[in-house]
């Protein structure tokens, strides 16, 4: 069984969701070779994308690098007290800190803005808390949670860091593009591992693979049983294009 929402909590590769919908239970059709360690299911938030990430031509024209990483560990970031806009004891989100160990480089765009991290800290999606403070686990839809022991292909754009008036500064971080910036990589397969808090296998994952025909066919289905080797030369035949842009610049600081 699976649940989603919209919620107002971000992932690394997701912006602000614009509304909250109440949860809904939804029947979760779970392809063979599918695994979960907890019967409760997994809460699915929907949210809106930072950028385009579904083809290649999306990756190259607004990641700095494609990498292949697994992930270490994690820890909750625990509601803060003093902050009235994630007080204690409300429910919600709760999320996660994971950090990520960059095993190899897969590509790069021309002049990236960064050098490429060794390793990375994670924003992800942790739980959604109840009122009675009972944690469910949380996952946005349609990419993977992030968890320890598995390993992801992903696309990285480097955020710099960022001063808006009036509010804490913001450090500057890794991010994603969007829910299709993810791969799931386990054992050197893609869309084989953790994906929306659940285990699959590459049949599992090539049966749930849109067609080429589908309008919405991406860079995750084309690839699905392939190796990072075949996304980097991917990768590496794609042009960008133009940057869209996406409403009012950050505040950098100065």
């Given at each position: 069984?699976?649940?989603?929402?919209r919620?107002?909590?971000?992932?690394?590769?997701?912006?602000?969701?614009?509304s909250?919908?109440?949860?809904?239970?939804?029947a979760?059709?779970?392809?063979?070779g599918d695994?979960?360690?907890?019967?409760?299911?997994?809460?699915?938030a929907?949210?809106?994308?930072?950028h385009?990430?579904r083809?290649?031509?999306?990756?190259?024209?607004y990641a700095?690098?494609?990498v292949?990483?697994?992930?270490?560990?994690?820890?909750?970031?625990?509601?803060?007290?003093?902050d009235p806009?994630?007080?204690?004891?409300?429910?919600?989100?709760?999320?996660?800190k994971?950090?990520?160990?960059?095993d190899?480089?897969?590509?790069s765009k021309?002049?990236?803005a960064?050098?490429?991290?060794?390793?990375?800290?994670w924003?992800?999606?942790?739980?959604?808390?109840?009122?009675d403070?009972?944690r469910?686990?949380?996952?946005?839809?349609?990419?993977p949670?992030?968890?320890?022991g598995h390993?992801?292909?992903?696309a990285?754009?480097?955020q710099?860091?960022?001063?808006?008036p009036?509010?804490?500064?913001v450090?500057?971080?890794?991010r994603?593009l969007?829910?299709?910036?993810t791969?799931?990589?386990?054992?050197?397969?893609l869309g084989?591992?953790?994906?929306?808090?659940?285990t699959?296998?590459?049949?599992?994952?090539?049966?749930s693979?849109?067609?080429?025909?589908d309008p919405?066919?991406g860079?995750?289905?084309?690839?699905v049983g392939?190796?990072?080797?075949?996304?980097?030369a991917?990768?590496?035949e794609?042009?960008?294009?133009?940057p869209?842009?996406?409403?009012e610049?950050?505040?950098?600081?100065?």
């Open positions: 069984m699976s649940r989603r929402t919620t107002a909590a971000i992932g690394a590769g997701a912006a602000l969701a614009v909250v919908c109440a949860l809904a239970a939804v979760h059709s779970r392809p063979a695994t979960h360690a907890q019967d409760k299911g997994v809460i699915l929907e949210g809106n994308d930072r385009p990430s083809t290649a031509r999306d990756w190259v024209t700095d690098y494609a292949v990483v697994t992930a270490l560990d994690d820890s909750a970031i625990e509601p803060d007290a003093d806009d994630n007080p204690v004891g409300d429910s919600g989100p709760v999320m996660r994971v950090r990520l160990r960059v190899k480089i897969l590509w021309e002049k990236p960064h050098e490429p991290p060794a390793a990375f800290d924003n992800a999606f942790g739980w959604h808390q109840d009122e403070g009972e469910i686990e949380m996952s946005g839809a349609h990419e949670r992030i968890e320890p390993s992801y292909v992903m990285l754009q480097w710099a860091p960022q001063c808006p009036g509010d804490d500064p450090p500057g971080q890794w994603g969007g829910d299709e910036s791969i799931p990589y386990d054992q050197g397969v084989q591992g953790e994906f929306e808090g659940r699959r296998t590459a049949p599992a994952a090539e049966e693979a849109l067609p080429s025909a919405n066919f860079l995750r289905d084309e690839l392939r190796s990072a080797e075949d996304l980097a991917k990768l590496g794609t042009q960008p294009g133009t869209e842009t996406a409403g610049p950050a505040d950098a600081c100065t």
